[in-house]
């Protein structure tokens, strides 16, 4: 018999009983696109920015270098990139977070250490230090008011992308973030519902869900519209996508360095 997971009665009806300001801050954030025309302070930029170095990072190793764009033409190049969305070149402060291996690569070669090629294993080792101070930057910002959205799209485009940030063989760009402070309309704007914690948390190995446990999981998409026209539609919109092809052309791309 499957053990059920339940997520509420060990954790205290999701942790609502254990609030405290930097849990209540990671419930309230979510992704922010509109934003009121005000700079970000040289000390709150600093702040974000050493708030992400102080993320966990394999062997203190820090495998990621940290793009500050301030150049308006290319935060303006960069909206038109990823998916032609204007409020990239609107945001106040323009971060993309690139896994880097050249700059170890180069350490060694420069001590005499005659470094092997890097491989798939280094790259992920290297994306996973890399988002880890990308959600450090986004939790740091949200203290202190200001709101963040990631833009996957960065991935696509290798070729150009590469050319543009002058980006050599083991660099990847993993992740962009948008900074600015929310609009009174974006401060009200409910955040989107997540799965219930039992949906998302099991224990000890993995189990895969049947059918009738993902239509349980996925019950708040489907209260206007069956699973299977939410699930098509949605298959359409994102997995199936001009964007989502490109964004794996592109990520192989950038893997053939690494191969």
Known sequence: ??????????????????MNEIIRSLRERKSVRVYEECPISPEDRRLILQSAMEAPTA???QMYTILDITDQKLKEQLAGSCDHQPFIAKAAMVLIFCADYQKWVDTFAEGGAQPRKP?????MLAVTDTVIAAQNAVVAAQS??????????IMEQCE???ELLQLPDYVFPAAMVVFGYPTQQQKERPKPERCRLEDIVQENVY???????LRH???KETRNRSFEEWAQAFCKRKYNSDFSREMTRSVEEYLKAWK
């Open 59 to 61: 062997g203190n190793q």
């Open 160 to 162: 150009l992308h590469r």
């Open 144 to 153: 202190l008011g200001i709101g963040s959205c990631y833009i996957g799209d």
């Open 1 to 18: 018999m499957k053990k059920v997971y339940n997520g509420g009665q060990k954790y205290g009806m999701e942790g609502r009983i254990y």
């Open 119 to 123: 491989g798939a294993g280094d790259l």
């Open 217 to 219: 999981m996925f019950e």
């Open 207 to 213: 189990h895969r869900r049947d059918g009738a446990e």
